[in-house]
DNA sequence: CGCCACATTGATTTGGGTCAAGCGACGTGG
DNA sequence: CCACGTCGCTTGACCCAAATCAATGTGGCG
């Protein structure tokens, strides 16, 4: 399988231009609503502060499949997740390929890129993601001013570390069947968060389980399909499933 | 099994204390000559700004076995290994383990405690091990005054992020032999990088490196026996062997 | 319609887990 | 000093979970 999209650029498009207010204006006023931005970086910026480096910050729809950035090319920005799934790959040299992370809202992705350091990994749109990108001169600028600004770094560095140690033993420790549990129970909990009415998981691809999981894509779906029999998941839709939570956990912790 | 050691302290010794100069003194001279510095923290500081910390970072001798911190404990320090290797263990509820990091001279661990979070691992000494015990007030104080102290922080974040990454596709992904081969080639680069002389590496138990590569105890035991019968290590006593660097590295590359 | 990508299911093989026995090194106590 | 128990390593026999190989199904789209 080829290494499908490239660096992204052409192909992302600009959020929503109405066209009637400037671009800067646009964007100062989408900086001052941002509901993202407690959870994230900029939370100690005033109104006008954020006005200042708002322009500079430009918001980006990434449709499903596009990268949002290479694991050679080392970006100049950061990336924090407005809407969508991320996900974080590791390509090995045989051309398989294993998920390390997932990153949805208020993650902050290519930290690594304020080091002058290479990503260790690839980051690929799985659903539709909207993302602010932030050139690091802005973060640079900021953080000369506002002290607290690296604080704020470290604690996203600090949630990278965490998610990596979480996902090897949740999804590298134990049997197929207890991984896929856990799993699902995760999404379950990131999606409940998000959306209040009766969360509904959207599912990634069959090989996109298997490369979280360590597994093959068949196994995936039997497993699937077997908790589909078992009454554990609910088909809502092609890629949407309803989850029984407290049964998934029973299986995800049982120590067989 | 029972959870071992509790938290260092009283088991702990001070290193070689001569008793006929300071204890302060004593410290002091060890910061300025130390081996270590330029790949850790206090790269930055001066002679004269060494000597005014030195006093409150002892150094510990651990004894392996023995637990540095654990996942509950939140310290109230940084460590910085000087010599030995330290694993990162995290405790599953059935009672097993599994290793998500190991840690040798350089390394910072415990960085958490700076955020005030607990760290989601438990540091046990693998053998013995030799470390500074950082208090957070030292770190901050300095980071007050010394800008590049967050930088150099950060960086420690990132070898942090980079190991688990790796970690993960290294040691969870493949087949076991693969995966031993990996870990055996690696072992080597360590070891070989700080010892001179023919390089032959200290191999952990075969519980520890089931809990690494999440395999049993008799995988591994019968995998390395399996390496020793096709001449792919070569064993010199009863924890150290020699390796076939190259032909590990075929195997730890291959695609079956 | 027919193509293509993806999901499902089956048949078969195999890698690795499990259970169990034997073995050498070490420390402790008689 | 040797007998004994303990602990970690090795090895074997057996079995099951998951990989592999392969066929069929299904939905979307030009």
Redesign the pocket.
Known sequence: MSRMGQLAGPSMQKCSSTARQSEAGRRAQRCRECTVRQNALFVGLSPSELDEIAPAVPDLVVPAGETLYDAETHADALFIVRRGVVKLVNYLPDGSYRIVRLARRTDVLALETLLGEPCDHTAEALTEVEVCRVPISVVRTVMERQAWLSTRMIHHWHLAVQKAHGWLTHYATG???QRMARLLADLHDECASAESPRPAVELP???DVGAIL??????A??L??DFRRSGLVNKVD?RRVEVDRMRLEEIAGSDG
Do not use: L, M, N, V
Request: aromatic share 0%.
């Open positions: 049997g197929a069947r691809s069959r090989d360590g597994i093959t894509k068949e196994t779906s039997r699937i399909s092609a």
